[in-house]
């Protein structure tokens, strides 16, 4: 088969591989020749040759033959490419040998080019992960071994594993950084195991410079891939190579996990990413918003929306970032400015789900707490504008806050009546425009009932 043939070949199988695919396994290979019904090719490494034969050997030998060969297997031969001189300008004196074969047989997962550092917000919540993730991918030495990140979904772990994937790329090119989901760790043993290959597989895992384990939590209970894991962790320790970990939650958590990996684990830094709070989510939106304008020039978002989403999403960052982008959709396709209400009603599903169920004994109890009143005074039939305010704004809340009917509401405040919850809403409605004492009183209520 001619060079153009294989060209032929290898773009069809850019196509359907998909760019990632492609990049790691095909693009390494050159075709040496084809003799009788074997096509020979030249690979860097042994375990890329096995890879492709296993995963792409069938579809390949296929194409080739519709391309005009006559092929049912194929062979690889180990051997690096031969250098080449555009890509690698004359070398000095001074330069060191070239370090064991870049990063480019690593079957490291593909990295998201905008979870970087430089995308990352930070605030109280994950301050500290933050800060311990910029240690590990910027000092030479090796600092906390391993770094174990973990946190409840959504709230930035696999940003900051990408983000020190980046940065050691960027500081230290010839490094061989590998990271990897848990499922694919696993994926990727089983397949040794299936195809009697552990050798490349531990050779490999071995060889490493930095090694990056994703959502850790996934092996719990799978045994024997948690003492491969248990082997490859120890080597690369030994070794002084970093390893950085993330789970949804601390190693003492997770259960089905063996004793000895639990205490393994914890050896370096165990950090957590917190829940967000509001000033976090307002951030975080607001440098989204910034990326997301680059693309929607022409939206315009009321004062107001960003905080008013900062306010009731809470948690995780990832519905957060999907509703920005639902809004500006939205935005640009009615084609004027996005008021408080049509966010509202664009994010109703969202808002509803994320809705913390507040009770009204809840709103109750804590409009007294703030006024050093006792829930009963609330409760009670008195008058005095110092316990009536505070019922009506307890009211309001509830009226705000709950999906209870007004009677229910009523009822809830010692046996009222609905008319009387009618009313109290009125009040504060139009104290909050009036009294800013109040309106303020109302919004922090509300801040600490949603926390
Ligand atoms: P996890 O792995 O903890 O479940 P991710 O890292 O996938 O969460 O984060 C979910 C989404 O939220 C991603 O798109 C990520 O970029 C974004 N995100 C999370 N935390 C931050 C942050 N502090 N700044 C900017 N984006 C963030
Ligand atoms: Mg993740």
């Not at 050159?30 to 579809?59: C, D, H, M, Q």
């Not at 000092?139 to 409840?152: H, M, Q, R």
């Not at 009697?196 to 930095?210: A, C, E, G, H, I």
């Not at 405040?413 to 009387?420: A, E, K, Q, S, V």
């Given at each position: ?357 507040i009770t009204v004994?809840?709103i ?31 009211m309001?809340?509830a009226k705000n806050l709950t999906s209870k009917s007004l009677p229910d509401i009523g009822r809830r ?8 919850v ?30």
């Open positions: 088969m001619t060079d153009e043939g294989w060209g032929e070949v290898r773009a069809k199988l850019q196509s359907t591989l998909g760019a990632d695919a492609y990049t790691n396994w095909i693009e390494p290979l050159s075709l040496i020749k084809t003799e009788g019904k074997v096509a020979v090719f030249r690979t860097p490494t042994k375990f890329i040759g096995n890879w492709v034969n296993r995963n792409y050997g069938a579809r390949i030998c296929e194409l080739m033959n519709a391309n005009g060969a006559c092929v049912d297997r194929l062979e690889f031969s180990v051997q690096t490419a031969t250098p080449q001189p555009e890509k690698k300008p004359a070398k000095t004196y001074h330069e060191a040998p070239p370090a064991k074969s870049a990063k480019s047989d690593l079957p490291t997962s593909p990295l998201d080019k905008r979870l970087t550092f430089e995308n990352f917000v930070v605030g109280q919540p994950n301050e500290l992960a933050h800060a311990a993730a910029r240690r590990v991918a910027e000092s030479d030495a090796v600092s906390f071994n391993p770094l174990f990140l973990y946190g409840g979904v959504g709230l930035g772990k696999t940003h900051l594993m990408h983000a020190i994937a980046w940065e050691i790329r960027n500081n230290r090119p010839d490094a061989r950084v590998l990271y990897l989901s848990a499922e694919q760790f696993m994926h990727k043993f089983v397949q040794a195991l299936r195809f009697k290959d552990m050798l490349t597989f531990k050779d490999m895992f071995r060889s490493v410079d930095v090694l990056m384990i994703d959502d850790v939590q996934f092996i719990a209970g799978k045994e024997s891939t948690q003492d491969e894991f248990f082997h490859t962790f120890n080597a690369l320790i030994d070794q002084n190579k970093q390893i950085v970990i993330s789970a949804d939650r601390s190693p003492n958590d997770i259960d089905d996990i063996d004793d000895r990996i639990k205490s393994r684990l914890q050896w370096g830094l165990v950090v957590d990413i917190h829940p967000t709070d509001y000033e976090l989510r307002l951030g975080i939106l607001q440098s989204k918003m910034e990326a997301n304008l680059v693309h929607y020039p022409d939206v315009v978002i009321a004062d107001g929306v960003i905080e008013f989403l900062a306010h009731r999403i809470s948690s995780n960052v990832r519905v957060l970032e999907g509703a920005l982008t639902r809004l500006f959709a939205f935005a640009s396709l009615v084609g004027k400015e996005v008021t408080l209400d049509m966010a509202q009603e664009s994010l109703a599903d969202v808002l509803r789900t994320t809705q913390k169920n004994e809840e109750i109890r804590k409009v007294a707490e703030h006024y050093h009143l006792k829930v009963n005074d609330i409760l009670s039939a008195r008058r005095a504008r110092a316990v009536a305010r505070p019922r009506q704004i307890a309001f809340l405040f010692g046996g009222r009546d609905h008319t009387t009618i009313h109290a809403v009125k009040k504060i409605t139009e104290l909050k425009e009036s009294d800013a004492a109040i309106a303020e009183d109302v919004e922090l209520l509300r801040r600490m009932l949603e926390a």
